[in-house]
């Protein structure tokens, strides 16, 4: 019994410690906070305690209806449209793999112009190599982008 009563003191005197912190200033200037008296300084102000913070409030999520004009994420195409797609995804890829194989073809033919121009004079060789520099470039490019191509295609099918 005489455990229960000094628990139930204790716990009211809690609450009194926990009492304003008050701004003191003594006669040199020094500040000092503190929540009792502080002797040969004079009160400047006082706070007021701040409040525990509120217990979290734990809700249950509701689901939301969903609404027919909202397509869900997760909803499933149908097979018919995914198949519609895969063929023009398919048929797209095809038109740039040709355009792909007309340009590299295009930049070989100005690669070997340029390769025989180099061979006839000698003395322009280095303007030639100039030139060639950029047009050997694009049909490593071209040449990269059909492989890309083809193995899109490939995963495709």
């Known amino acids: 019994m005489r455990t229960v009563l000094a628990l139930v003191?204790?716990?009211?005197?809690?609450p009194a410690w926990a009492g304003a912190t008050c701004k003191y200033v003594d006669g040199e200037g020094r500040i000092?906070?503190?929540n009792v008296p502080v002797k040969n300084a004079r009160k400047v102000a006082c706070f007021d305690p701040v409040p525990p913070p509120a217990p979290k409030r734990v809700?249950?999520?509701?689901?939301?209806?969903?609404?027919?004009?909202q397509?869900?994420?997760?909803?499933?195409?149908?097979?018919?449209?995914?198949?519609r797609r895969d063929l023009d995804r398919q048929?797209?890829?095809?038109?740039?793999?040709?355009?792909?194989?007309?340009l590299l073809e295009e930049a070989k033919r100005l690669f070997l112009q340029g390769d025989q121009t180099r061979s006839q004079s000698s003395s322009a060789a280095a303007q030639v190599l100039e030139r060639l520099g950029p047009v050997s470039d694009a049909v490593q490019r071209h040449?990269?982008?059909?492989?890309?191509?083809?193995r899109e295609l490939a995963a495709a099918r």
């Open 9 to 14: 003191l204790l716990s009211l005197i809690g």
């Open 32 to 34: 000092t906070f503190a």
């Open 59 to 69: 809700t249950q999520a509701t689901p939301k209806p969903s609404t027919p004009s």
């Open 71 to 83: 397509p869900q994420p997760s909803a499933k195409v149908e097979p018919d449209v995914q198949q």
């Open 91 to 102: 048929r797209i890829l095809q038109q740039e793999l040709a355009e792909e194989i007309r």
């Open 143 to 150: 040449e990269r982008n059909i492989d890309a191509l083809r």
